[in-house]
């Protein structure tokens, strides 16, 4: 099924084409299906393209101990990290929430940001579409350079 | 010395007056001198203003496992909250930073935005204050009401 | 109420007094019912016992995102550690469950840790108590030393 | 080259052959050569071999805000339960340090021992390796069976 957006959050052009879009949605589903959520019952699913054109897939992961809990994003971004990979073009998220959008939690955009900004799409199980940019999710983030400044 | 607001990156008005930001900036300068930093070096403090005018301040705790590392604003925030408390003003952050504004990590934004929306102060060391708000830090915050939508 | 020790998993002797437990006991008690756990439901108060005799207490604070909530035990030694406080004497955890001790998670063990070995109490409503240390709970520690070693 | 368990931290039997153990320190050397730690300097990286025979594999990612850092061994079981996978073999890590030996710390222990007990495998560049479980390193772990008596 070719995915609609139907929001759009930033002034920044697409990244991606649809067809990509396509690919990332159907990666991101299926990667939902695998998610380790027991406490919360709330699955998650995400895509990574990276520039190179390789995507990661990765799904949130819980814990007993709340606090050690990994988000879906950051799961698939600590994968795509680990295989070498620094530079991103888009990440598609997917929940089983169809009556809203639902965007990225502040640690997921902070991790994302330490890479540089890239798309960020929302997905309803209805196959409408949220598109923005983690620069329009994180505005002002504290960045690798504020880092260096204080040392 | 009275805090001089330089920037200012909402559109919302002030939460608090400035003799009440004075004694923001000290409290958390004085946290700031307490940070447990041996790994960064990056001393950061921080000064709460609950809605019932009580001010709780903490400072950045790391660890050898950088991951278990938190950040000033969310020990201050848990401090208050371990305390009770459940709403607040405006919360102050300082660090030894003076070439440019250091805003809040991802993490603490979101960890701040589960108890609504507040002013936030950001502190050079020469005085100078940038204003904002957590509602322009984290926008489309991933948030409590989203959790049940999921389960 | 005397607290009993009904079990112990250390061969250290104890670091506090009977009279200090208590005290620790009706602090960690105190500071469970201001737990913020409306996601498990599950609330944990914490009282810390520094090396200059001050107590600290604190509980958990969850976040809807939940791998950004904090347990008890974190929440109280970020409190005492941005009060400058480096060296404890011991702590008491305590929690709603009565048919089990429940002991740290492996964070809060590793945070803990960064500060030394110190007694760990772990309290059931009944008022049973079962004593163990640090160093008992988090074998080879990854600590500050190995850091340093790899850098 | 043969890895030599030139230390053993636990009274059970070893889980792996000295053959699938080579492969497991292959890998983890290979993933450590991908580790993203511009902070630390401090590289680690994992392999873990799941009860179905696979193999995966990741590196630690670290933050500018040091409390979004992930260590190796969660880096590799996030991804491999992102892949649908909960039980598991045996974990290699291996990091830089040659005097002496590195164990995962706390928060790790606690994300895996949410997927029961199996060997972890401590591997110094060398070519020692330490040997030991995850019931040896988070003794009296807090477990799924305690959430749901609180809740
Ligand atoms: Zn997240
Ligand atoms: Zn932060
Ligand atoms: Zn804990
Ligand atoms: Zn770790």
Do not use: W
């Not at 695998?34 to 699913?45: C, D, E, T």
């Amino acid at each position: 099924m070719d995915q609609v957006i139907t929001e759009t959050k930033t002034n920044a052009a697409p990244s991606i084409t649809p067809d990509q879009l396509d690919m990332l949605v159907e990666e991101a589903d299926r990667a939902k299906m695998k998610a380790y959520a027991p406490y919360s019952k709330f699955r998650v699913g995400a895509a990574l393209l990276a520039e190179d054109g390789t995507i990661y897939s990765g799904a949130n992961v819980e814990n007993s101990s709340y606090g050690l809990t990994v988000c879906a994003e950051r799961s698939t971004i600590f994968h795509a990290v680990s295989n070498g990979v620094r530079a991103f073009q888009a990440i598609v998220v997917t929940t089983d929430i169809s009556e809203s959008f639902v965007y990225p939690c502040g640690a997921c955009r902070q991790v994302m940001s330490e890479f540089g900004n890239f798309d960020v799409y929302c997905l309803r199980p209805n196959g409408k579409v949220s598109r923005t940019t983690l620069a329009d999710l994180i505005p002002f983030a504290f960045s690798p350079s504020d880092l260096s400044k204080g040392q």
